[in-house]
């Protein structure tokens, strides 16, 4: 089965950076979506960033497009979000999700598998 550790996030104050890294293994059909999500306390479940293992096309949430970068390392089993210019409103805390056979503007309902999340916290 496929595992995921997410990993990178911290405190950071509003307009630095941080980079996520989520660790993946167990991969065994050669097609998967990975995608970050993030949920601050008391909101719902929000998309930020996918990448497809299979061709690399991405895709971002309008609030983050110009800001954070999703990539996959060159064994595509390690998938990265650089996120610069960070704003309160990314606060919470994220995670990283996989699924096969699905595209990256699927919902967090159809990913089926996740790691266990990283904080990240954007304050003065």
């Known amino acids: 089965d496929v595992q995921l550790q997410a990993s990178g996030g911290g405190l950071v104050q509003p307009g630095g950076s941080l980079r996520l890294t989520c660790a993946a293994s167990?991969?065994?059909?050669?097609?998967?979506?990975i995608k970050w999500f993030r949920q601050a306390p008391g909101k719902e479940r929000e998309g930020v960033s996918c990448i497809s293992r299979s061709d690399g096309s991405t895709y971002y949430e309008d609030s983050v497009k110009g800001r954070f970068t999703i990539s996959i390392d060159n064994t595509k089993t390690t998938v990265f979000l650089e996120m610069t210019n960070l704003k309160p409103e990314d606060t919470g805390v994220y995670y990283c999700a996989a699924e096969e056979s699905i595209w990256c503007v699927a919902e967090a309902s159809n990913f089926g598998y996740w790691g266990q999340g990283t904080q990240v916290t954007v304050s003065s």
């Open positions: 167990g991969f065994v059909y050669h097609d998967y979506a």
